[in-house]
C-alpha cells in the first residue's frame, strides 16, 4: 500500500513541477497578447499568480510524502532543496522588486520533477524497514 502511495506522491510531483515550468512559461506569451489589446498597462490578474501558490503547496506534499518512503537517502536532500528553490525564486519574484533570470525558476521546477521521476523509477521500497535505512 505504502509503495503505491509513493508511485503516486512521485507522479503527483512530477506533474505538478511540469506544469508549474508550462505555467511559467506560458506567461509572457499569454499576457503579451493581453497588453498589445489595451491602452493602459495591464497586470497580471491576482487568480493567475496564485497557481504559483497551488503548485508549490501540491508539489511540498508530493516531495514530503516521496522523502518518507524513499528506499535513497540521497534523494531526500535532493527533493527538498530542488523544493526550497523553486520556493524561493518564486517568492522572490512575486514579493521584491528583484527581476531574476526566469531559468532560475524553471531549473528548479525541472530539477524538482527530474528527481520524482528518478524517485518513481529507481527508489522502490520493498518493506517499510527499507525506507528507515540510510542508502
Given at each position: 500500500?505504502?509503495?503505491k502511495?509513493?508511485?503516486?506522491?512521485?507522479?503527483?510531483?512530477?506533474?505538478?513541477?511540469?506544469?508549474?515550468?508550462?505555467h511559467?512559461?506560458?506567461?509572457?506569451?499569454l499576457?503579451?497578447?493581453?497588453?498589445?489589446?489595451?491602452?493602459?498597462?495591464?497586470?497580471?490578474?491576482?487568480?493567475?499568480?496564485?497557481?504559483d501558490?497551488?503548485?508549490?503547496?501540491?508539489?511540498f506534499?508530493?516531495?514530503?510524502?516521496?522523502?518518507?518512503?524513499?528506499?535513497?537517502?540521497?534523494?531526500?536532500?535532493?527533493?527538498?532543496?530542488?523544493?526550497?528553490?523553486?520556493?524561493?525564486?518564486?517568492?522572490?519574484?512575486?514579493?521584491?522588486?528583484?527581476?531574476?533570470?526566469?531559468?532560475?525558476?524553471?531549473?528548479?521546477?525541472?530539477?524538482?520533477?527530474?528527481?520524482?521521476?528518478?524517485?518513481?523509477?529507481?527508489?522502490?521500497?520493498?518493506?517499510?524497514?527499507?525506507?528507515?535505512?540510510?542508502?
Amino acid at each position: 500500500m505504502d509503495i503505491k502511495l509513493k508511485i503516486n506522491a512521485d507522479i503527483i510531483g512530477a506533474g505538478a513541477s511540469t506544469l508549474c515550468t508550462i505555467h511559467c512559461l506560458a506567461t509572457p506569451f499569454l499576457f503579451l497578447a493581453s497588453t498589445c489589446t489595451k491602452s493602459c498597462c495591464s497586470a497580471t490578474p491576482s487568480w493567475w499568480l496564485w497557481i504559483d501558490y497551488a503548485f508549490l503547496l501540491i508539489s511540498f506534499f508530493a516531495v514530503y510524502k516521496s522523502t518518507r518512503t524513499t528506499s535513497k537517502f540521497w534523494i531526500k536532500p535532493t527533493l527538498w532543496i530542488s523544493w526550497t528553490a523553486l520556493f524561493t525564486f518564486i517568492i522572490i519574484e512575486h514579493n521584491l522588486n528583484l527581476n531574476l533570470s526566469n531559468i532560475y525558476k524553471y531549473s528548479a521546477a525541472l530539477s524538482l520533477a527530474g528527481f520524482h521521476i528518478y524517485n518513481m523509477k529507481y527508489c522502490k521500497c520493498k518493506s517499510e524497514q527499507c525506507c528507515t535505512k540510510k542508502n
